[in-house]
């Protein structure tokens, strides 16, 4: 087991080279001056425009430009922003705000999306299970950003149960209408994906066996069922971590939170490319990570998968 | 070596029943009171007494079981039109579409009123007037009309960003998943470097980009869309080439000396394409979600270019003044990705083999 976390760790550093080489290489060498956007319209002197593109290392060949990029990355140092501001302090002043937002929308499109795919899988055909799918289909086909001012409009603006935007302290009660908004449309895909697992799964052999065997149908259900029934939900919702902090972009917009997607934002109108490139690095290293965690879990949850 | 041969097995197992048989209609006492088992296991009985044996049913296994059918088996295409003629998802969906095409084409046949000359300050954020049934835009300028004439560019985006994809997609998983060995392996990775840089993400990051900057239009933005979207439709690809790659009809069509790549276009790629179109029509409606969300953080399309996005994202500082002019366009949209996710749907019930056994 440790030796193929270690191998799956290696795996991982082809991918995570490979995608932050990508995005330096979009950022900083397609055609277009990168300092462009410190200096605005008026544009700088010569003299101040080599000054920073030696600063940011833009003077040297790209390829030393990565290195340099990846050795600060390695060591935690990277860099400033094109306003002079330590990137990583950056970062680590919003990124909490935004991992607490993701996690409670994984948490919330895990809980629902498991236990509604659950019920409708084992009423197949019934009329809370053609109902849970009509509605999952309009969710996910109803785009964020409509359903969050939507919902921003209705809850927040007619209702008031709560705060139509979150403040800067981001407490647990703002954040749970965005966290809401930001699940929904993965809840629709865990709900479809658990409903066609637990239907491939409620007549395998095992689970005859389980209920021959005397189990009652509670343990058959969570036990038997359930458990290698999540298997392909849990490689989705892995995956979707990633995704939810790439999408947290629109989600944090609506409700004005100030997390990283809203930084990421930012950033990209400033034409901050160090900024930009910084904060994509930290979400590839993320989805990366989760990835890896699935690929752990498996062995947890299917006993027949066993790793030499 | 004394195993049961095949002449006395249907006997020894058509005694249980028989003997059951025999209980319960013929009043042979003694027997029913003797265990079963003398019966079944030896051939000649201790007992002088006369056996009454059932004989075996003779099942007629043609009759029933077997499956003849005169007609010409029916290809996959044909099978799935059949079975997708008859689903209501299909036919809910494929009218839809159609019409969200037509209205595509001729936005003059829905409404009469300009949607961008005749908009009036006055009329801002204004309810439903005579004429103007959905209201007005911030500009002032009809919202009906607007999003009529904001179908074509949002469809557009779609389908091509879609073609591209397949296009690209679809060549490189062929070639991975055919090829194999070193090709697939090289293939693999940079469509798992892709992988990791979410669609969303990588399209924000690119579209600021000066190049783009200064040339944003439609086809730059299917341009991005294609280039951060393609490897899923390389991997669906790559796993179904693969599986049928080792078809007998691809060894048959080599060994009668059909080149490799004229077996994969010919004979692999026709045989792959079910999943294909099915995931196709699904990213279809992905990437008008896509363009309008690029559209409405205001580094999509232009401003000058009619789109829903565009329309959702300059009617955002009126939320709560006029939340229809979100609406509308929100609900066009909506309707448009409902129905392409759903023609996604009814087509994978329909073409894929493993969903329709369930």
Redesign the interface.
């Known amino acids: 087991m440790a030796w193929y976390i270690v191998r799956r760790f290696l795996q991982l550093i082809?991918?995570?080279l490979?995608?932050t080489l990508?995005?330096y290489f979009?950022?900083f060498s397609?055609?277009?001056?990168a300092t462009?956007a410190i200096c605005g319209e008026r544009g700088c002197t010569p003299a101040v425009v080599a000054g920073l593109r030696e600063q940011y290392n833009l003077d040297q060949p790209f390829w030393i430009q990565y290195l340099l990029y990846l050795k600060g990355v390695l060591t935690f140092d990277l860099g400033t922003n094109f306003s002079g501001r330590p990137i990583a302090t950056i970062i680590a002043e919003v990124f909490p705000t935004t991992a607490k937002l993701a996690v409670m929308a994984l948490v919330i499109e895990a809980v629902f999306g498991i236990v509604f795919g659950l019920v409708a899988g084992l009423r197949k055909g019934k009329i809370f299970d053609s109902s849970v799918l009509v509605l999952s289909?309009?969710v996910?086909?109803?785009?964020?950003?409509?359903l969050g001012?939507?919902m921003?409009?209705l809850i927040g603006?007619k209702l008031q149960w709560t705060n139509p935007t979150v403040s800067g302290d981001a407490t647990f009660a703002e954040l749970l209408l965005p966290a809401v908004v930001l699940g929904l449309v993965s809840f629709a895909y865990v709900l479809r994906l658990t409903r066609t697992s637990i239907?491939?799964n409620v007549n395998a052999d095992y689970v005859r066996t389980a209920t021959a065997k005397g189990l009652s149908r509670r343990r058959v259900v969570v036990v038997h069922v359930l458990r290698n029934s999540l298997i392909p939900v849990v490689t989705f919702l892995g995956a979707d971590l990633?995704?939810l902090m790439?999408?947290a972009?629109?989600t944090e917009?609506i409700f004005n939170v100030n997390g990283v997607g809203n930084t990421?934002?930012r950033a990209?109108?400033n034409?901050d490319g160090p900024m930009?490139v910084s904060i994509?690095t930290f979400?590839?290293l993320i989805?990366?990570l989760a990835n890896l965690l699935v690929d752990l879990l498996y062995a947890w949850l299917d006993p027949r998968i066993r790793y030499a | 070596m004394p195993e049961p041969t095949s002449s006395n097995a249907p006997a020894s197992t058509s005694t249980p029943m028989s003997a059951e048989g025999l209980v319960g209609s013929e009043p042979q006492a003694p027997l029913a009171t003797e265990a079963p088992t003398p019966v079944g296991r030896t051939k000649k009985s201790a007992y002088p007494i006369e056996h009454f044996v059932a004989d075996p049913d003779e099942t007629p296994v043609r009759a029933t079981d077997s499956a003849v059918s005169d007609a010409a088996p029916r290809s996959l295409w044909g099978e799935a039109w059949r079975s997708l003629r008859r689903q209501p998802l299909f036919i809910i969906s494929a009218v839809l579409i159609l019409a969200v095409i037509f209205v595509a084409l001729f936005p003059g046949l829905f409404t009469s009123e300009p949607p961008n000359e005749n908009c009036l300050l006055e009329n801002s954020d204004g309810g439903p007037a005579p004429g103007h049934p959905l209201g007005f835009t911030v500009q002032g300028c009809d919202i009906l009309s607007r999003v009529v004439h904001g179908t074509q560019s949002s469809l557009t985006v779609g389908l091509f960003a879609t073609i591209g994809v397949v296009l690209i997609g679809g060549l490189i998983g062929a070639l991975a998943g055919f090829f194999g060995g070193w090709i697939d392996a090289v293939l693999a990775r940079i469509g798992d470097i892709f992988f990791a840089l979410p669609l969303i993400l990588g399209a924000i990051v690119v579209v600021q980009l000066p190049v783009f900057q200064q040339n944003r239009n439609v086809w730059t933005l299917v341009v991005i869309l294609v280039a951060f979207g393609w490897p899923q439709i390389a991997r669906i690809t790559r796993a179904a080439v693969i599986e049928v790659r080792n078809a007998d009809f691809v060894t048959a069509a080599r060994s009668l000396g059909v080149s490799p790549l004229g077996a994969l276009v010919k004979h692999v790629i026709p045989n792959a394409l079910a999943p294909v179109i099915v995931i196709a029509t699904i990213s279809l409606g992905t990437f008008i979600v896509a363009e309008s969300t690029l559209s409405f953080l205001g580094i999509g399309l232009p401003p000058d270019v009619m789109s829903w996005g565009n329309d959702i994202f300059s009617a955002k500082p009126s939320l709560r003044s006029n939340p229809m002019a979100i609406f509308w366009p929100g609900l066009a949209l909506s309707i448009t990705v409902l129905s392409f996710i759903m023609l996604g749907d009814a087509l994978r019930d329909a073409l894929d083999p493993k969903a329709r056994k369930r």
């Not at chain 1, 397609?30 to 001056?33: A, I, K």
């Open positions: 082809p991918v995570f490979g995608a990508l995005v979009l950022v397609l055609p277009g001056d462009a289909l309009i996910i086909a109803v785009p964020i950003f409509v001012f939507l921003q409009f603006v239907i491939e990633g995704a790439g999408g972009i629109v917009g990421l934002y990209v109108l034409g930009v994509v979400l590839i989805f990366c």
